[in-house]
């Protein structure tokens, strides 16, 4: 089909995720800037985002979904993200680790682990294809832990590897792929020194709020500067972040299968 009909083929509708998602209020800010009227966001989760992909890609259909790298979708569909000229998406950004203040006086190799986890896009996507391959999350962490060890052991340099001594540890992510991959890690590298370490799933805000308050020790899955934004300066004075875990390699942005004729959000104007 053409750009101009895929609105009417599609319901005028853009397959999302979780409204807390920042993916999904910069689709909103996307229908706004755009000025595409007619069009609106249905909110689901990650999983289900992806069998509507799935569903649609099979019978080459048109499908226009929330998307984000790094995301194994990319490597198992042939997708693009389409040009975004008003820039409702942002830029190429990067994911940030949080934590809760107290944090270095009371567990301070955790801590320092926390502070010195880096790793890249490429890495990240690994873990993320294990998992979708079926391995179990926390396999998935140890695989990569294992076949990383250079990496790893810059993270806790310096750190004994009793020094957790059975303390408890508590993550927040959001049950996205992306952060399922990242917090699997991190849990996994800080129970290597003995930590105990518990991973809360939950919506958006509270990871930010759960951060801010202290209930949770720390997170790594805020996308800075522009995904959280919102949740960020609400909750900045009240958490510590450690900066970048993945410096580059993180984007947002209107995606749909390589076979349709688009290439910016643009042509969606009627
Ligand atoms: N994501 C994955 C999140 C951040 C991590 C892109 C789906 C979001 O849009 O808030």
Do not use: C
């Not at 080459?60 to 929330?66: A, H, L, N, S």
């Not at 890249?120 to 990383?148: F, G, H, Y």
Request: proline letters at 4%.
């Amino acid at each position: 089909g053409e750009a101009a009909d895929y609105g009417e083929e599609v319901d005028h509708t853009i397959v999302g995720i979780d409204g807390g998602s920042g993916v999904v209020q910069s689709t909103e800010q996307a229908i706004d800037d755009y000025e595409l009227d007619e069009w609106s966001v249905q909110t689901s989760s990650d999983p289900a985002m992806i069998q509507e992909l799935d569903n649609a890609y099979q019978n080459e259909d048109p499908v226009f979904i929330t998307g984000w790298t790094p995301h194994w979708k990319f490597q198992e569909y042939d997708l693009e993200i389409l040009d975004d000229p008003e820039d409702s998406y942002g830029d190429a950004e990067s994911i940030h680790t949080i934590a809760r203040e107290g944090l270095e006086d009371e567990h301070p190799d955790a801590y320092q682990i926390l502070d010195n986890f880096e790793w890249a896009e490429e890495d990240m996507e690994e873990v993320m294809l294990e998992i979708q391959d079926d391995v179990d999350e926390a396999e998935a962490a140890q695989n990569w832990v294992d076949a990383n060890e250079d990496v790893v052991s810059e993270w806790t340099d310096g750190v004994d590897e009793d020094a957790g001594d059975g303390e408890s540890l508590t993550l927040s992510l959001v049950a996205w792929d992306t952060e399922i991959a990242s917090t699997n890690v991190i849990a996994n590298v800080l129970e290597s020194v003995g930590y105990e370490v518990e991973m809360n799933q939950m919506e958006a805000n509270p990871v930010f709020q759960s951060v801010a308050d202290g209930d949770a020790d720390a997170s790594v899955a805020v996308w800075l500067p522009h995904t959280h934004e919102d949740y960020h300066a609400d909750y900045e004075d009240e958490y510590e972040d450690l900066g970048p875990n993945m410096p580059d390699g993180a984007q947002l942005g209107l995606t749909v299968p390589a076979y349709m004729d688009i290439e910016s959000i643009e042509d969606l104007q009627e």
